[in-house]
């Protein structure tokens, strides 16, 4: 029903900054916020970012405030999550994610993920 596509991951060193981007597609409609996962090495998803479909609301994990940003394109129906001040601990995976209206804190869909890679 939701289509999630990320792109913008890649190399960069300590210090440095990536702006990741989701594009979503299909049932918009049923959006009700947008999220930011990633997965490191040996260890669990966590959740990294969100904000509403509406663009309002933005929230963070407290070890990424201050350094990254959510933010929507509502043109473009694009979420994007602009990473500053980079370090090697947030080397994952990452993943958009759809919370669809109705579903509570779940999200149903997702995208394939997009690497980023911190060097030291």
């Known amino acids: 029903q939701v289509q999630l596509v990320e792109s913008g991951g890649g190399l960069v060193q300590a210090g440095g900054s990536l702006r990741l981007a989701c594009t979503v597609s299909k049932r918009t409609e049923l959006v009700y916020r947008t999220g930011w996962f990633r997965r490191a090495p040996g260890k669990e998803r966590e959740f990294v970012a969100a904000i509403l479909w509406s663009g309002s609301s933005p929230d963070y994990v407290d070890s990424v405030k201050g350094r990254f940003t959510i933010s929507r394109d509502n043109a473009k129906n694009t979420v994007y999550l602009q990473m500053n001040s980079l370090r090697p601990e947030d080397t994952a995976v990452y993943y958009c994610?759809?919370?669809?209206?109705?579903?509570?804190?779940?999200?149903?869909?997702w995208g394939q993920g997009t690497q980023v890679t911190v060097s030291s």
């Open positions: 994610a759809a919370n669809l209206i109705g579903r509570g804190s779940e999200y149903d869909y």
